[in-house]
């Protein structure tokens, strides 16, 4: 395996993970910027990485190739690395939205690859990996829409929502990578909680759209994020009316069908903190109805960097191999 964007947090943590997979290689190290600096120098989290792993502008002879980059950056790269046979995750927003026009509304450039998008697979893991087996293509979800999606999923398969959906999001810095800005500064975020993107943030359209596939009609979707001071770590807490007649029974046996073998999605009995997910590649769901409204609120946390990102991406890679789900992605959360 390579992994393109090594550098970034995202990166680090594919590394992190694939440094110990039993299954995986980690032969290329690719970034813009340290190259020729072993990788164990400059993410100092990789202290196991062998010194000869340096960071390079080539991904050899990987068989997979995993990219963290930039909106439009991968999408450059991939035709090239597909004709070559070689398998790619992208963990960026390149592959995400099927339609080209999307991304000129969303993010504001022109495709470079719009005859990809048909062939890759949304890789929401847990609704998706009958279609992940032999993919060559795959675009990992969004770390927001992976918890908003993973909360409504149940409720949109069978049935149980209007699509009238409002999704209230709060996410660790480490969301925002490495950005250098006045607004990720220490003196800004400490004890200070902030919307942001509001209402034009690009994973509003992926959410939507995951809502579709899952079986909502038509949805009409409300996404806030917000900016929480803290590392890692993301909870979505969703609103859905329910439709005429559903009752709490109903959305507690769907919550329980839906997820009662998922390897790495567990169904909470009460609100669950996010810091029960740190370092893993879990997500927590609790859904409740509220009876005076009938209406649903289901939260989903996860660590947006593991099951946010990179470790969703080695379980999509698993699942297109033909390997355990679970290879690589076995520890447990921190805690405290």
Known sequence: VAIVGVTGYAGGELARILLRHPEARLV????????????RDVQPHLHAAPESLVVGSDVGDAEVVFTALPAGEAAKLAPAWLAEGRTIVDIGSDFRLREPSAYERWYGYTHP??????????????????????????????CYPTASLLALGPAARHGLIESDVIV????????????????YLYGTIDESVRAYGVPT??????????????????????????????????????????????TAGEVAEAYAHEYAEEPFVRVTASF??????????????????????????????????????AGSAIQNMNAAL???????????????
Not at 322 to 330: A, D, K, S, V
Request: charge should be positive; include cysteine; charged fraction near 15%.
């Open 272 to 309: 669950p903190p996010t810091k029960a997910t740190l370092g893993s590649n879990w997500c927590l769901v609790h859904a409740t109805v509220d009876e005076a409204n009938h209406r649903l609120v289901a939260v989903g946390v996860l660590d947006n960097l593991v099951k946010g990102a």
């Open 113 to 142: 690859a719009p005859q990809l998008l048909a062939q890759a697979v949304y890789g929401l893991t847990e609704f998706v990996r009958d279609r992940l087996r032999g993919a060559r293509l795959v675009a990992n979800p969004g």
């Open 201 to 246: 943030h690009r994973h509003t359209p992926e959410i939507a759209q995951g809502l579709a596939d899952l079986g909502t009609r038509s949805p009409r979707l409300t996404f806030a994020p917000h900016l929480v001071p803290m590392t890692r770590g993301l909870i979505a807490t969703c609103y859905a009316t329910l439709r005429p007649n559903v």
């Open 322 to 336: 033909g390997l355990p789900e679970t290879l690589g992605l076995e520890a447990l959360p921190l805690w405290p």
């Open 28 to 39: 290329a190290a690719v970034a813009r910027g340290k190259q020729g600096v072993p990788l």
């Open 168 to 183: 209230d999001a709060k996410s660790g810095v480490s969301g925002a990578g490495h950005s250098v800005d006045e607004a």
